[in-house]
């Protein structure tokens, strides 16, 4: 069952999809109002996929339940990683993948995006899924079970473009997690290009230009 979302279409009979994922304690319409500032006059028709994470207790937050795609034990890029949160979730990115498909999407017209813990999901799923996609969007975040993915990474998106934006006062996800998730990637060969901004954990309108003008050379012929 495809998990609930919140859509945006910029015109009738999109012929791409970004599938947007929120971070911790938020929910599909987080980042819905973004479409209007992101979006560029001349772009096919877009369709935004906004899913709600499901609701679980999370560990850091004294085990309070909120949507969240996976449990945190706690922000140390040391702590215990919820390894079966994180499978179930790529599983449901696959899912909302598939449905594009059914709705006349190829995987090679589909961005995956997200924030935080969505950046999370949205590496993980897109390195790992079988078919090529046409980018990753990963906003201030890190790759999750670094070493595992790696080594489970398909090849269909080895030189699959990723967008990468991080604030330099980020006291959520540190800058110095980014980059070490950053310089693990560039290792493995994979286009990345990386842009900083005097921001906490947030997005700023510097980034939403700068996404646009990725987006852009991904979505025109």
């Known amino acids: 069952m495809t998990l609930p979302t919140v859509e945006h279409e910029t015109a009738a009979h999109p012929t791409h999809s970004v ?15 973004i479409v209007p500032e ?25 085990g ?3 949507r969240a795609w996976y449990d945190i034990a706690g922000f140390d890029p040391h702590a215990r990683q919820d390894e079966a949160g994180i499978r179930a979730s790529m599983r449901e990115v696959e899912t909302l993948i598939a449905r594009e498909h059914a709705r006349g999407v190829p995987g090679e017209r589909i961005v995956l995006a997200g924030f935080s813990q969505g950046g999370a999901i949205a590496l993980a799923a897109g390195l790992c899924h079988g078919g090529k996609l046409a980018g990753i969007i990963a906003l201030s975040t890190y790759l999750p079970m670094s070493a595992t993915l790696v080594a489970e990474r398909g090849t269909a998106n080895a030189a699959t473009p990723i967008f990468w934006g991080h604030g330099t006062a980020d006291p959520v996800v540190v ?6 998730s950053r310089d693990r990637l560039r290792s493995l060969g994979y ?3 990386w842009h900083t901004y005097p921001m906490a954990h947030a997005v700023c309108v510097e980034e939403i230009a700068d996404l646009r003008a990725w987006l852009g050379q991904r979505l025109l012929p």
């Open 38 to 62: 992101l979006v560029a006059p001349g772009w096919p028709a877009l369709r935004f996929v906004f899913p709600h994470a499901p609701v679980r207790p999370v560990t850091i937050n004294n």
């Open 175 to 180: 800058l110095q997690r980014g980059v070490d």
């Open 19 to 33: 599938i947007w994922l929120h971070g911790l304690g938020a929910d599909g319409n987080d980042f819905a109002p």
């Open 64 to 66: 309070m339940s909120m």
């Open 191 to 193: 286009p990345l290009d």
